[in-house]
């Protein structure tokens, strides 16, 4: 069993920071590529960041310049640092992962999701 806990969401005023953390637990044998997607109200779910196994990054053109994603591979754990908030990035966020099970079999999985609210 594998699961991905998300947390770090919260409600922060517009200009502020969050940092959201996805730690990955159980039986793991590698993850890699990890994602981080959010859905608003009425919308669908957008890529929002994604980082491979070596840290190669990639941003959706909305959040470029102020969203950095990292990840600790000894902690099996993902970071997406969110500066320069805006109400637009108003969501629930998730991480998503690419993870090889001690079996060998190689799944994906989704966190439960965190809420993030910019607001004055």
């Known amino acids: 069993q594998v699961q991905l806990v998300e947390s770090g969401g919260g409600l922060v005023q517009p200009g502020g920071s969050l940092r959201l953390s996805c730690a990955a637990s159980?039986?793991?044998?590698?993850?890699?590529?990890m994602g981080w997607y959010r859905q608003a109200p009425g919308k669908q779910r957008e890529l929002v960041a994604s980082i491979t196994s070596d840290g190669m990054t990639n941003y959706a053109d909305s959040v470029k310049g102020r969203f950095t994603a990292s990840r600790d591979n000894a902690k099996n754990t993902g970071y997406l640092q969110m500066n320069s908030l805006k109400p637009e990035d108003t969501a629930v966020y998730y991480c998503n992962a690419d993870i090889r099970a001690i079996s060998k079999r190689l799944y994906n999985y989704w966190g439960q999701g965190t809420q993030v609210t910019v607001s004055s």
């Open positions: 159980g039986s793991i044998f590698s993850i890699y590529a």
